[in-house]
């Protein structure tokens, strides 16, 4: 077994101009650094503001295997604190979220803390005086997530006191979360529905490449695709189709239209594929919905947004974002073969029901754990995961339109089908994998 | 089949014996098979997510798709077992009958094998040829757990 640790030059040696090392997806060694590392550097998707409407709301969140808590203070701030008692470590809350009332009070020796963390009181009081207790970490209450940022309700921390500010990070990316939020014609959104949430026995970032894999719908999906065509057969293209039939015959769509719809990498892994249109630009139009849009943006404006229906925006490494319909995934990784992925779903205010009704219809058809969709795709990411510990060839080939050109860019536009949008990622993986964690 | 009281044991033995077709026609043109994401506590199906939420034209879908050959997660192919206590009926008129019937259901594939538990809650409507399901709901004990891939129905 290669050790990685303390060999920076063999991590970096694991991606290639044009290919990829199966010790990405397999090594335990390399998950553990990914989390000291990758995870703790970066700014990573932690939930969003409308979980916790009123003070004292938490919601409980595993971050780079940290337990984390998102909590809203009594000023509408949204702070985040460790999970864990500064006495002898036992989590503070064990529910996924609920509200604490005005302090937290852990339940094992019924030390308490304001809801910044901030101590504010312990019992048997007189047996700490004469004590280091105040001087030491376990006097001075919860620990803190320094850096936070609540980016129109998108809530991202960066565990490490180290790493790029949030803006620098993101870039022009964060549009993406914009033209989400600016489909509301009120500005406002909120998570609603509840999430589905998956197991899947294979390495995250095989998930998130084939967020950019446009190559694949057609052989991995034409099981579900040619059954839905089969059933929709008959009906003349005008006809109008149920949402379910809207939603899932696009991904019978061929190369060419893939191929056409484009797509832009940036700086740090983030990509906007369907930067010209997607499986989702043909959604049947709402005139009500238009009119509100225009009374709220203006006419241009109003276009404009609507207009931007990009397939998938990568915000790297934790979160992919859908503007219409307004649903995000949410990549969780637990170990090196096996990672969490969430399906939200948003309401977003002022918009008519529909809208809300397209992102859970979407995500159950697309994401469910009872997905047709996802099936086949599930089963070939667990079968990559097996099939790279084959003898012979340890490299995952992301050669399509590889260019030496775009070694020396940051920003490139280019089209649907180029594996840059995947390359792009593991590129900005090596970068982060080689700055050392912060102690 | 005249006794609702057998509709379920019967149902289930059509899905673990993988009569797709057949255990399609046991649902009513407006039929829906229906999995809440909030099992038993959810109210309807548009307020809140589902695991599944499917009518007629979806079903057949997976079902069509389950025959197709480039279905590839079906290689190796899934198999149920539904194993029910028998259910009780909960209401029953001339037309209609609703029955709950708690069950574990086991689906394996290859070397491995989910377990659920939960209880079904079958809405059947009496027609000429037969009971027909008008909704069957599917409550999962803890269906907001993240779930590994349900090929097959519960």
Redesign the interface.
Known sequence: MTSYRHYPERVAALVQHDRVHRDLYLSEEIFALEQERLFANSWVFLGHASQVPEPGDFVAQDIAGRPLLMVRQPDGAVHVLYNRCAHKGTQLVTDESGNTGRFFRCPYHAWTYKLDGAPLGVPLKNGYEGTQLKACESGQGLSVVRHVKVYRDFVFVRLSDTGPSFDDYFGEVLGAIDNMVDRSPEGNLTVS??V??????CNWKMYLENINDTVHPM??H???T???E??WEGHAPTDPK?M??EQ?LPFGSGYEFFDKMGGRVFANGHSVLGVNFSIHSNYAQLPEYEAAMQAAHGIGRATEILQRSPQNSVLYPSLSVKGSPQAIRVIRPLAAGRT?IEAW?FRAAGAPALLF?RA?SY???VF???S?V???D???FESIQQGLRAGGNEWVSLHRNFDAAELAQSTITTNGTNELLMRNQFRAWAKSMSVEAAP | MTVPRDFAAHEAALLDERRFDDWLALFADDGHYWVPLLGAAQADPFSHNSLAYEDRLLLQLRVERLKSPRAHSQHPASHSQHVLQPSRIEHENADEARLRTPFLYVEARGESQILLSGTARHHLVRTPAGWRIREKRIDLLNATRALPAIQLFI
């Open positions: 529905g509840g589905l949430r998956n197991i899947v026995h052989s991995t034409e099981s579900a040619k059954a839905a089969a059933l149920p379910a039939m899932i969490l779903s009704e859970m995500n159950r058809l469910s754990p009872m047709v996802a099936h086949d599930v089963h070939l």
